[in-house]
C-alpha cells in the first residue's frame, strides 16, 4: 500500500477501497476484498493517529451503501448515537449489507467490537 500523505487522500482512499471491497466481495474475489479491507484499516490508523478519524463523517451520507457501513463502525468508538443511526438506517433499507449493518450494532452493544474498532 501506499503511504497516505493528508487526510484528504485517507478519505479518497478509504472511499475507493470500500467500494472495491463491495465489488469484490459481490464476485467473490477474497483477495480483493482482503486487501481493499486492509486500506481502510490504515486509513483508519492513519486518521486516529493525527485525530481526524471524526473527518469519516463525510460518509455517514454517502451514495454507497458500504462507504457508508465501513465509515459508521470506524466512527462508533467516537460518536456512537451517529454511527448507529447510519447502521440502522441500512438495517431498515433492506438490501444488500443490511445484515452486517445489523451485526455491527448487535456486536457492537454487546461489547464483542470495542477492542477491534478502537484499534
Request: net charge positive.
Amino acid at each position: 500500500m501506499r503511504n497516505i500523505k493528508n487526510v484528504k487522500d485517507a478519505l479518497e482512499l478509504f472511499e475507493k477501497a470500500a467500494i472495491k471491497q463491495s465489488e469484490a466481495i459481490d464476485k467473490g474475489n477474497s483477495k480483493v476484498a482482503n486487501y481493499n479491507y486492509d486500506i481502510m484499516v490504515e486509513v483508519a490508523k492513519f486518521l486516529r493517529a493525527n485525530k481526524s478519524l471524526k473527518e469519516l463523517s463525510v460518509f455517514y451520507e454517502h451514495p454507497n451503501i458500504s462507504v457508508r457501513s465501513f465509515a459508521a463502525a470506524y466512527l462508533l468508538p467516537i460518536d456512537e448515537e451517529n454511527s448507529i443511526r447510519v447502521l440502522d438506517e441500512i438495517v431498515k433499507m433492506k438490501v444488500l449489507g443490511s445484515f452486517d449493518a445489523k451485526m455491527t450494532i448487535q456486536e457492537w452493544k454487546n461489547g464483542n467490537l470495542r477492542n477491534y474498532y478502537t484499534l
